[in-house]
């Protein structure tokens, strides 16, 4: 698949954008992209199945508007995963991944400066890459900037170009990633968040993406006072889509997960009805269905052996049965939002039932983290909000890649919900986190 889909994108033809692109690993023109004779550790995507922590060359300021931030937290998302299986499109090796971290800026280039972004300042990163300047931007819808991603086929597929991400593939623009020691942020002025000094990166750092996306989720699809809600997939998107549509005042959670010690987790951090079989199980404790489904789950893992064919030959990128799961749970025109990630076609989905039953599906789009983080920064501050909750281990950037695949396997041993990945550069652990351990 990544073969054909570079090959595509020659065919339908690159794009522009306002910040270099294409630059997912400043070794691929050392000369030009890195700082002469400066190493930095970071893990990189080698082939389907395969990643790999290495030594490559440090980043260096490309563009006026450009900040090098000296990373001191980062993490591995759901997402993720995504890549490692060669599910996204436009992967190469050598690519730098990881789209959510935080840390210090080292240097700043002058228009940055000029802009407010201060040497030496604490900030976390929003995974998108934003420009601050076009109509979406301005309107806070900072995941849709026009400015950022060249990517032909995304517009080809999509119609419309989204934006640029850190890590994670040239089809978001072909940016490095963070889970390295340094980063490059384009447009740091307007990408990188000030953390205060109450706010330690285990905290701040999943401003970054994770209570974003999973706070837009809720916002998106319109939770109310009252409703009853139930979401596919108790991962740390689920887990905190429990817990603000809690916030939002819905009467009853359902969180749906065939991991029982993912669903153990949520039930001890979030007040929740809990169930592992579906449409049945939800009529019959919410008769009639409920009002709002959210897929935090996504498509690319088939639960039966049609989709299973389906997607191994390439004739769909995702699977559609959770989205029919949600169609056939939900009550007559009831709300089904999607915020996990989908890459392109998908198969037999159940478009008569959504038709007939007016059912809203709400694509709810990667979450403008610019529109959210300064609200949910305040819920942190207030103690609203514990992001620590779905925190699990502490490790060392040398071991992200073992990290990677016990993720991956979800073993009730592990019981890998969420990382925080240390640098060279990280402060010292904050209280009532995990401690440092190996993978």
Known sequence: ???????????????????????????????????????????????KGKVDVVETVKPKIIDPRDVIVKVTGSTICGSDLHLLHG?????????????????????????????????????????????????????????????????????????KQTAGFFGYSHMTGGYAGGQAEYVRVPFGDVNLLPLPDDVPDEKGLFLSDVLCTAYHSIVDTGVEKQNTVAIWGAGPIGLFAAFFAVQKGAQRVFVIDNVQWRLDWAKHKVPLSMGQTVTKVLHERVPGGVDVCIDAAGGEYAQSWGHSIELAVGAETDTSETINEMITSVRHFGRCGIIAAYAGFTNHLNIGALMERGIRLVGNGQAPVHKYWKELLEQIRNGTLDPTIMLSHRIKIEDTAKAYYKFEARRPEDRMMKVFIETKNSFEKAQNTPILSQV
């Open 1 to 47: 698949m990544q073969t054909a889909s570079l090959v595509a994108e020659k065919i339908v033809g690159h794009g522009q954008s306002a910040a270099t692109a294409d630059v997912s690993n400043p070794s691929q023109d050392a000369s030009k992209y890195g700082e002469e004779g400066e190493k930095m550790l970071a893990l990189i995507w080698q082939r």
């Open 87 to 159: 599910a996204i499109m436009q992967l190469k090796t050598g690519d730098i991944l990881g789209h959510e971290f935080c840390g210090v800026i080292e240097s700043a280039g002058p228009a940055a400066q000029s802009n407010g972004a201060q040497v030496g300042q604490r900030v976390v990163a929003s995974f998108q890459i934003a420009c601050g300047d076009c109509t979406y931007c301005k309107e806070g819808l900072s995941s849709m900037c026009s400015m950022t991603n060249p990517s032909g086929l995304t517009s080809a597929l999509w119609g």
